[in-house]
């Protein structure tokens, strides 16, 4: 970069700083999103190692899943909480762009490629006040590393339901279970898919969408989250 360049950027970054959006501070040149302090400390999960891990066996006789990738470790406070909040509420989709393609290289590792990801819709009003889908932003970073399609009008949310804050696995599930349409079944057949969503807890949405997939001829169901709530 030379010199005049330099300085232009350092005045852009004066008059409109950009900052981590984990920790907050001053980025420095060369940084984008989040601080290298920030990625060196996220708390990752490594659950592309093995198959037994804790955000696997929560689906465990409930519906038939491949692979379950998480990313990140949630907890209240962390700093991934701050992380999804950026994603969710303040526009900050380069949030699930950049750690989308951290999920997509761990899926690489793992030695496993779906045909197609499909991240979690939102119903068409929340999408609208929202802007953004933000599953959706993970799911291009993931696509951007695997060179996969990703789809979004296969499976749709007819249903506006509630915040799944403060309930229960059982009342998550019953929130939630008749709130995906499907579409294109034929699409199905022979399919590895991977599912997308920014956290998992109970896994009550993954669950509902993806017996919908199964009970409609899926072939082979997989699951990735950027963060899973101990």
Excluded at 127 to 144: D, F, K, M, P, V
Aim: aromatic share 8%.
């Amino acid at each position: 970069m030379s010199l005049i360049q330099q300085i232009f950027t350092d005045l852009l970054q004066l008059l409109f700083p950009r900052n981590c959006n984990a920790c907050g501070t001053a980025l420095f040149y060369g940084e984008k999103t989040i601080c290298i302090k920030c990625l060196h400390d996220l708390p990752f999960t490594d659950f592309h190692l093995y198959n037994d891990h804790p955000a696997a066996k929560l689906f465990w006789g409930r519906i038939r899943v491949h692979q379950v990738t998480a990313l990140l470790y949630f907890k209240k406070g962390n700093r991934v909480q701050q992380l999804i909040h950026q994603l969710k509420y303040k526009g900050q989709t380069d949030v699930g762009f950049l750690l989308g393609k951290r999920i997509g290289e761990n899926i690489i590792r793992s030695g496993q490629k779906p045909d197609l990801i499909i991240p979690i819709p939102l119903h068409p009003k929340k999408e609208r006040s929202r802007g953004y889908n933000q599953s959706q932003s993970i799911a291009e970073g993931i696509a951007c590393i695997l060179q996969i399609p990703i789809h979004t009008k296969l499976l749709t949310r007819k249903i506006n339901t509630a915040t799944q804050t403060k309930k229960s696995r059982f009342n998550r599930f019953e929130n939630i279970k008749d709130a995906f349409e499907l579409h294109k079944t034929q699409d199905l057949q022979h399919k590895h898919i991977l599912l997308v969503d920014d956290i998992l807890t109970t896994g009550a949405t993954f669950e509902a969408c993806g017996k919908l997939l199964l009970d409609n001829g899926l072939n082979k169901l997989s699951i990735a989250t950027l963060a899973y709530a101990e």
